[in-house]
């Protein structure tokens, strides 16, 4: 169980409202913290162990995270270690700069982590289910052969994502050229919802978090969907797979989520 965030915004001090997003997702984890923003050229990321206020203790320790759009995470190790450099958001490079954040577990991560290593693709840092979804997108994404990159070769690279994968995922991703990527599993295991303010939009893993920072709330992104906000804010859905049964987890109803918070209109 980990809490992420996404936002967009029109002016360039996104992180700010990361901060306080991880700050109303703390419940979900409390192991590590990180937070990764785009400023439209460079992807900047500063993650640490401890609580949010221990892994960013002063103004001064994420100044240097500036851009409108970001991702944060704060962590709840179910998969590999409680190190640092398994602090989420990831980060890679190939094809182009990617940071994920993910909620969930993959019980196939092992085997796709086996072929991704057999393709000669990528080398592995960690042993992280995320790092595994991570390069698994980065990879169906190369698969695509873009010259320049469009929400439609993302949708085509988050469709062999969710062919392969299987578990509960709910993911933000920061994409350089595209902007900020969010989908959750075919299933519904693990919650994600998306609300509006002006001149700002917002995705978190409770509602509770998008209320507490003064965002109207949309819905719940349902299973299967896909979300884009790109550089300019604009908003795109798209189905990468419906009609599986949607089977949450019931742990979020009695243990993990705030009894403030709506899942799935619950």
Same mark, same amino acid.
């Given at each position: 169980?980990?809490?992420?965030?996404?936002?967009?915004?029109?002016?360039?001090?996104?992180?700010?409202?990361?901060?306080?997003?991880?700050?109303?997702?703390?419940?979900?984890?409390?192991?590590?913290?990180?937070?990764?923003?785009?400023?439209?050229?460079?992807?900047?990321?500063? %993650?640490? #162990?401890?609580? =949010?206020? &221990?892994?960013?203790?002063?103004?001064?320790?994420?100044?240097? +995270? *500036?851009?409108? $759009? /970001?991702?944060?995470?704060?962590?709840?190790?179910?998969?590999?270690?409680?190190?640092?450099?398994?602090?989420?958001?990831?980060?890679?490079?190939?094809?182009?700069?990617?940071?994920?954040?993910?909620?969930?577990?993959?019980?196939?991560?092992?085997?796709?982590?086996?072929?991704?290593?057999?393709?000669?693709?990528?080398?592995?840092?960690?042993?992280?289910?995320?790092?595994?979804?991570?390069?698994?997108?980065?990879?169906?994404?190369?698969?695509?052969?873009?010259?320049?990159?469009?929400?439609?070769?993302?949708? %085509?690279? #988050?469709?062999? =994502?969710? &062919?392969?994968?299987?578990?509960?995922?709910?993911?933000?991703? +920061? *994409?350089?050229? $595209? /902007?900020?990527?969010?989908?959750?599993?075919?299933?519904?295991?693990?919650?994600?919802?998306?609300?509006?303010?002006?001149?700002?939009?917002?995705?978190?893993?409770?509602?509770?978090?998008?209320?507490?920072?003064?965002?109207?709330?949309?819905?719940?992104?349902?299973?299967?969907?896909?979300?884009?906000?790109?550089?300019?804010?604009?908003?795109?859905?798209?189905?990468?797979?419906?009609?599986?049964?949607?089977?949450?987890?019931?742990?979020?109803?009695?243990?993990?989520?705030?009894?403030?918070?709506?899942?799935?209109?619950?």
């Amino acid at each position: 169980m980990c809490g992420i965030v996404g936002i967009y915004k029109t002016s360039d001090d996104v992180c700010s409202e990361i901060y306080d997003g991880l700050i109303q997702v703390q419940h979900r984890g409390q192991d590590a913290a990180g937070i990764s923003t785009w400023d439209g050229s460079k992807m900047h990321l500063q %993650k640490e #162990l401890g609580l =949010v206020t &221990e892994a960013f203790k002063q103004d001064s320790s994420y100044s240097h +995270l *500036v851009g409108n $759009i /970001g991702i944060g995470h704060v962590r709840y190790p179910t998969a590999g270690s409680d190190e640092v450099g398994e602090a989420q958001p990831f980060h890679t490079a190939n094809p182009v700069n990617i940071t994920l954040a993910h909620n969930g577990t993959l019980i196939n991560s092992e085997e796709i982590r086996e072929d991704l290593v057999k393709t000669h693709f990528c080398q592995f840092n960690t042993n992280s289910d995320s790092e595994v979804l991570l390069n698994l997108f980065a990879y169906e994404l190369y698969k695509t052969n873009f010259r320049k990159l469009t929400n439609q070769h993302i949708y %085509k690279a #988050l469709k062999g =994502v969710f &062919e392969k994968c299987q578990g509960g995922y709910a993911v933000t991703m +920061l *994409v350089a050229g $595209i /902007g900020l990527v969010a989908f959750r599993d075919p299933n519904g295991i693990r919650p994600l919802s998306i609300g509006k303010r002006k001149g700002s939009l917002m995705i978190a893993s409770e509602s509770s978090a998008l209320t507490a920072l003064e965002f109207e709330v949309l819905s719940s992104i349902p299973p299967g969907q896909a979300i884009i906000i790109n550089e300019n804010g604009e908003l795109f859905k798209r189905w990468i797979t419906r009609g599986s049964e949607h089977l949450p987890c019931l742990y979020e109803f009695v243990y993990f989520s705030r009894p403030d918070s709506n899942i799935d209109s619950i």
